[in-house]
């Protein structure tokens, strides 16, 4: 499986981004995809995931401003950021899990400026 991210850039507080993950390879193995982001200093935590079937789970931080969402057809999840905070700022990463495996694709950085 093979991650493609994109997106990402710098905002101010209050403004939004998106940002874009295609999947490549074996996607018949893919359970679900999600989003993790890893700020300066802190470790890789859990934004936001979803299943193929559409069942999503957020981070608490997260909720009521961002979506996750995806398209089957082109093997494409999203993650729409609204409402951007600075504490929103980080590195984001795509993730896909199989039954055994947990795939990452590149990070795409994130800013939110005060």
């Known amino acids: 499986v093979q991650l493609q991210a994109s997106g990402g850039g710098l905002v101010q507080a209050g403004g939004s981004l998106g940002l874009t993950c295609v999947a490549s390879g074996s996607i018949g193995s893919i359970n679900g995809m999600g989003w993790y982001r890893q700020a300066p200093g802190k470790g890789r935590e859990l934004v936001a995931t979803i299943t193929w079937g559409g069942i999503t789970d957020y981070v608490d931080s997260v909720k009521g401003r961002f979506t996750i969402s995806r398209d089957n057809a082109k093997n494409t999840v999203y993650l729409q950021m609204n409402s951007l905070k600075p504490e929103d700022t980080a590195v984001y990463y795509c993730?896909?899990?199989?039954?055994?495996?947990?795939?990452w694709g590149q990070g795409t950085l994130v800013t939110v400026s005060s």
């Open positions: 993730a896909a899990d199989t039954s055994t495996l947990r795939y």
